[in-house]
C-alpha cells in the first residue's frame, strides 16, 4: 500500500482553499493508502504566534480536519510537536540542503518580504518539512499547488543524502488536484486565497453562514466583459468561481463553463455549490466541538503510532551517516 503523508498549518480558520486544493483530497486518498496527517505546529512558529493560542488552533483544526472527512479508523492524523523525531531529522537535512536553496524558495521570499522579523526557522523551514515527509517512507504528498516546490526541494535533499550515506530514504512525489489547485482570493483574483493574505471578503472560511459564503461569492471580483469562459490568464475571477464550482461538483471548469452565459447565474450556482458541499462540514463540526477530550485522545493514539514509524526513520538515517549508537 502506497504511503501517504501531508501537512497543514494551525493558523486561523480552514479555508476553501486548503479544502479544495488539499483536504478534500486527503479524505479521498485515505481510503486506499495507508495516510499520516499532521498539524504542523512548529512550523507555525515560524512567523510570530500571540503566546498561548497554538495549542486551541491546533485542537480546533484537529476537529476542522475530522468534520472534512479524516477517518481515524483508517487514517492517522497526529500533531507535529508531539513527535520531537521531526526536530532531530530536520537537523540532519538542514546540513544537507544549501543555503542557496532554501533562498530560491517562493514561500520564503513571499513570506519574509511581509515580515518584518526574519526568524532564521522561517528560512530553514523547507529543511523541517522533508523531515515530516521522508521520516514517514512517504510516496506521495497530496498538496495545492504552491507546495509543489517545496515537495521538489525534499526530493532533492532526500538523492543528496541517500547518495552521501547510503541508501535511506524514500523519494517522495506531489500529487496536485486538477481542479482548484490555486483557489484565489474572490476579491484579489491575482492572489491565492491565504490566511495571511487578511483578506476577509475573499476568503471563505469553512465555518462561514451560508449567509457570508452567499454575499462574498456574489461580491467576487470579475471583469467588465460578460462571456463565460475558463481563461485563468485573461479571467482570472471569472475562472476562479468556475474551478471552485466543478470542484466542488466534481467536473471539470471548461465544461462547466458552457453552461452559463452570465456572471450572476455562475455566482449564484456556485455559492449554492459551496454551501452543499459545506454543509455537513458544518454539522459535523459542531458535534466533535462538544467534546474536546474525544479529539485530544485521538491525537494521542496518532502521535504514538506515528513515534514508532519516525523513530526507526531516524534511527536508520542516524546510522547510516555512522554517529556512535547510545547502546551496546
Ligand atoms: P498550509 O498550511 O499553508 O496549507 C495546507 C494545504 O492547503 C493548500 N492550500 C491551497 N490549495 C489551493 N488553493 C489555495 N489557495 C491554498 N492555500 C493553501 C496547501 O498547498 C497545502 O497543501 N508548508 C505547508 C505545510 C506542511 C506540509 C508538510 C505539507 C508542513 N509540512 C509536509 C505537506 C507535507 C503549508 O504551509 O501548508
Known sequence: MQRVFSGIQPTGQLHLGNYLGAVHNWAKMQQHSDAFYCIVDLHSITTPQKAGSIGRETLRLAQMLLAAGLDPQVCTLFVQSHVREHTECAWLLECTVSFGELSRMAQFKDKSSRHEFISAGLFTYPALQAADILLYDTNVVPVGADQRQHIELTR??????NHRYGDTFVLPTAVVPATAARVMDLQ????????????????????????HIRKKIRSAVTDNESDVRFDVANKPGVSNLLS??????????????????????????????????????????SELEADPAQTSRLLQDGADKARELA?????????????LSDTY
Open 311 to 323: 523513530a526507526s526513520t531516524l534511527r536508520r538515517a542516524k546510522t547510516n551517516i555512522g554517529f
Open 156 to 161: 532533492d535533499i532526500a538523492e543528496r543524502f
Open 244 to 285: 471552485i464550482l466543478a470542484a466542488a461538483t466534481d467536473r471539470d471548469p471548461n465544461t462547466v463553463a458552457t453552461q452559463y452565459h452570465q456572471y450572476g447565474a455562475l455566482k449564484d450556482d456556485t455559492a449554492d455549490a459551496v454551501i452543499a458541499l459545506l454543509a455537513p462540514f458544518q454539522a459535523r463540526f
Open 188 to 211: 484579489r483574483p491575482s492572489d491565492k486565497m491565504s490566511k495571511s493574505l487578511n483578506s476577509p471578503k475573499g476568503t471563505i472560511d469553512l465555518l462561514d453562514e451560508p449567509t
